[in-house]
């Protein structure tokens, strides 16, 4: 069977999901926060790794939570991304205060308890190749601060050439008016942490804008978008490691990337290359595909190096690195933008992204 399950809580309360494809490629996903826990591949000679951070199990997942929220490998939502300020936000009329997660009234990544940390309705697919399993949760009501009833799916699915397919769909249940912004939060390491980090990682973006933040609130975006060029945000012209830029940056506030890369200004119908990372020491290539209009491109800049994860590696800063994909981020307070994460009666959110590895050699 190419989707099989096991348990991965010790009260069977929560579970895993391994699709497989005939190469011997295994995605796992558990039911809580639609998250990825493991993808395992050969690399260029031939051995397993597991190319993301994680746990072993839902316990040691909410143990890792008292120490770091790294947001492993989960589905981000209602929305992804920083919303500033969090007490002043309107939607269907009304004035709606949201959680501060960082300081000066910064809500980030759907709030307190966002979708990452719920447990999500399961249906499997398609058993045959691609294996796929659909993941859905309806958020009631006022959660976090949001209006509106709303129901995301996301549909996880494993080619045979190594791709793993991501589809949301979004829909308004009930209210006049709500929003919706979610991404996927896995990280990649494409040694399997035989390199502690991604310093040696060669990275290709395919934007050549990026948007402006406030310099009074780290990385909350403008809705300014400027010019890669002539910036250490310019993996566009040619590509670059990730040890030449990430010492450019402040210690104390950013540390590495952590910014939104802007792919289009909208939407759009068909998914094209956002991103191409790849390890000259390991083989593996990681292309990033996608519909939407930004890309946060974030280097793990802020992993505690008290983590420590599977197979006992500890993560640190720089350990891995995530492509998000998405609106942009703070889109309901910037006009031009505010239209793209509003949800209303009869429309449907829609949003793809396809991570797909292959070998450099």
């Not at 348990?7 to 579970?15: P, R, Y």
């Not at 640190?316 to 994460?341: D, K, L, W």
Request: aromatic share 10%; proline share 5%; hydrophobic share 35%.
């Amino acid at each position: 069977m190419a989707v099989t399950r096991q348990a991965f809580s010790q009260d069977g309360s929560v579970d895993e999901y391994i699709l497989s494809n005939t190469s011997g490629t295994r995605l796992h996903i558990t039911n809580w926060g639609a998250r990825v826990t493991r993808f395992i591949i050969k690399d260029g000679h031939g051995t397993e790794r597991d190319i993301v951070p994680g746990f072993e199990t839902y316990e040691q997942w909410q143990a890792s939570l008292k120490i770091d929220d790294p947001y492993f490998g989960a589905t981000i939502g209602r929305v992804a991304g920083r919303i500033h300020p969090s007490n002043n936000v309107t939607i269907a009329g009304k004035h709606c205060e949201l959680p501060e997660i960082q300081p000066n009234l910064v809500c980030l990544h759907g709030g307190k308890e966002g979708f990452d940390k719920k447990l999500f309705a399961v249906e499997v697919v398609s058993n045959a190749q691609p294996a796929s399993v659909k993941f859905t949760y309806v958020s009631p009501d006022g959660e976090e601060g949001v209006p509106g009833t709303v129901e995301l799916s996301v549909l996880f699915a494993l080619t045979e050439d190594n791709a793993m397919h991501i589809e949301y769909a979004g829909r308004l249940v009930d209210g006049i008016e709500s929003m919706l912004n979610p991404t996927n939060h896995t990280y990649w390491n494409l040694t399997g942490f035989s390199e502690p980090t991604i310093h040696n990682h060669v990275c290709r973006l395919a934007a050549d804008r990026y948007m402006a933040t406030y310099s009074d609130h780290v990385m909350v975006p403008t809705g300014e978008l400027l010019p890669v060029s002539n910036t250490a945000l310019d993996f566009t012209t040619m590509p670059r490691k990730y040890s030449e830029g990430l010492d450019t940056f402040d210690k104390q506030t950013v540390r590495g990337y952590d910014h939104i890369f802007a792919a289009s200004e909208s939407p759009v119908e068909n998914i094209r290359e956002v991103a191409r990372v790849w390890s000259e020491s390991s083989g593996l290539r990681l292309t990033v595909l996608s519909d939407q209009p930004a890309l946060i491109m974030y280097t793990g800049n802020w992993i505690s190096d008290e983590l420590v994860g599977k197979y006992g590696v500890r993560y640190r800063n720089y350990a891995a690195v995530a492509f998000e994909t998405q609106r942009f981020p703070n889109a309901v307070n910037i006009p031009e933008f505010r239209s793209q994460v509003l949800l209303r009666p009869g429309e449907v959110f829609g949003h793809c992204v396809v991570y797909k590895l292959d070998h450099i050699w």
